[in-house]
């Protein structure tokens, strides 16, 4: 499955997708993948990572990525974005 998501709303080239996706791919137990932070929110700069969390307890952060997060990956759809 490829990402899909414009460069331009989170700074990650159409290669750099690529690779995550196929990352995503090789673990069956990732269902779906949700940006957050400065890449989601599109205020993100050349140095800026790829926020992830596996499980997550602060209600405060998830508050955050139900608000701001997209959805980069999902095993289960063709296209992918919020």
């Known amino acids: 499955m490829s990402l899909k998501m ?3 709303a989170t700074g990650l080239t159409a290669e750099q997708t690529g690779l995550l996706a196929e990352c995503f791919d090789a673990f ?3 269902e779906q993948v ?3 932070g400065s890449r989601a929110k599109g205020n993100w700069h050349a140095r800026s990572d790829v926020d992830h969390y596996d499980t997550l307890k602060n209600a405060r952060l998830k508050d955050h990525i139900d608000r701001v ?3 980069i990956y999902d095993r289960q759809q063709t296209h992918c974005g919020k």
Do not use: D
Request: charged residues 10%; aromatic residues 8%.
């Open 6 to 8: 414009p460069e331009s």
């Open 28 to 30: 069956p137990a990732v």
């Open 34 to 36: 949700v940006l957050y």
């Open 69 to 71: 997060g997209i959805v």
